[in-house]
């Protein structure tokens, strides 16, 4: 079966650091581009960035360039999502997508099942 | 950024109604765009990608039509797994888009 499965919830406080992970299975890893969106409670969702997990080519949103790193681990099929100083607002579900096509530029058609991260003081 | 507009934003119906979501672009995105189905709590699950390509396993009754700037989402007789909220996201442009959403409620 293909699928992504992601680390567990985390609660925070703010300035710390964080990283969740998405560890893909059923499929070759490094054939298919991932990416992290992200889902603010009540809210819509968000494209933050992607990478490439055969050579770890990111590029992200301009909305997310300079509060997240993007990272992966080919040998252990997974990705990263990390944050060096975390802020209240970054309190939503964060969830992983593997791209449809090899080209970077697709649908999202494999999930995983979300990572939701409160920051509180 | 290309700009992805849904309306409605809040769609009431009943069971076996035939329902139209849209999406417009902000620019033409020719057929990349697809179309995701969330239900409270879960993870998104992708329905319609190019724009009308029904993802395997979705039943018929979905279908997407539409190219350039203006798309739509149809639902022929919506059944009571079917409310939820949906979403349209473009992907011919690297920095991808989502719509904002809307949700389908029983009626």
């Known amino acids: 079966e293909v699928q992504l499965v992601q680390s567990g919830a985390e609660v925070k406080k703010p300035g710390e650091s964080l990283r969740i992970s998405c560890k893909g299975s059923?499929?070759?890893?490094?054939?298919?581009?991932i990416s992290w969106v992200r889902q603010m409670p009540g809210k819509g969702l968000e494209w933050m960035g992607r990478?490439?997990?055969?050579?770890?080519?990111?590029n992200y949103s301009p909305s997310f360039q300079g509060h997240v790193t993007i990272s992966a681990d080919k040998s252990i099929s997974t990705a990263y999502l990390q944050w060096s100083s975390l802020k209240a607002s970054d309190t939503a579900m964060y969830y992983c997508a593997r791209l449809f096509g090899s080209s970077g530029r697709d649908a999202f058609d494999i999930w995983g099942q979300g990572t939701m991260v409160t920051v509180s003081s | 950024d290309i700009q992805m507009t849904q309306s409605p934003s809040t769609l009431s119906a009943s069971v076996g109604d035939r329902v139209t979501i849209t999406c417009r672009a902000s620019q033409s995105i020719s057929s990349w765009l697809a179309w995701y189905q969330q239900k409270p709590g879960k993870a998104p699950k992708l329905l319609i990608y190019k724009a009308s390509s029904l993802e395997s396993g979705v039943p018929s009754r979905f279908s997407g039509s539409g190219s350039g700037t203006e798309f739509t989402l149809t639902i022929s007789s919506l059944q009571p797994d079917d409310f939820a909220t949906y979403y349209c996201q473009q992907y011919n442009s690297y920095s991808l888009t989502f719509g904002g959403g809307t949700k389908v409620e029983i009626k």
């Open positions: 059923g499929y070759s890893f490094t054939s298919y581009w």
């Open positions: 990478i490439d997990p055969s050579d770890s080519y990111t």
